[in-house]
């Protein structure tokens, strides 16, 4: 049986992550609060910020900003676009 959360980001309840994404208390908060979908939402968009804005990843500002973007993602707020991106049509 899969476990499900009550995702943040889609208001309802979906299967959730098998392990915390990320170590720390930001990692646990995901686990608990973000469902297995939107985190490989988040995933695929972050990895089309760091191409976009070639972020350096061993960068600490760019680590914060791409953390910010994260929250804004999972908090349905307004977060950094790929420029000229259209999302496929469904």
């Known amino acids: 049986m899969s476990r499900t959360v009550i995702c943040k980001k889609y208001q309802k309840e979906l299967p959730g992550l098998t392990t915390p994404p990320l170590p720390g208390a930001a990692g646990q908060e995901i686990f608990e609060t973000v469902s297995q979908q939107a985190w490989l939402e988040w995933m695929q968009h972050q990895t089309m910020i ?16 791409l953390s910010e973007q994260r929250n804004k993602f999972f908090n349905n707020e307004d977060f950094e676009q790929a420029e000229g991106y259209v999302p496929p049509s469904e």
């Open 50 to 65: 760091i191409n976009e804005k070639q972020l350096n990843m061993m960068d600490m500002g760019a680590r914060t900003y």
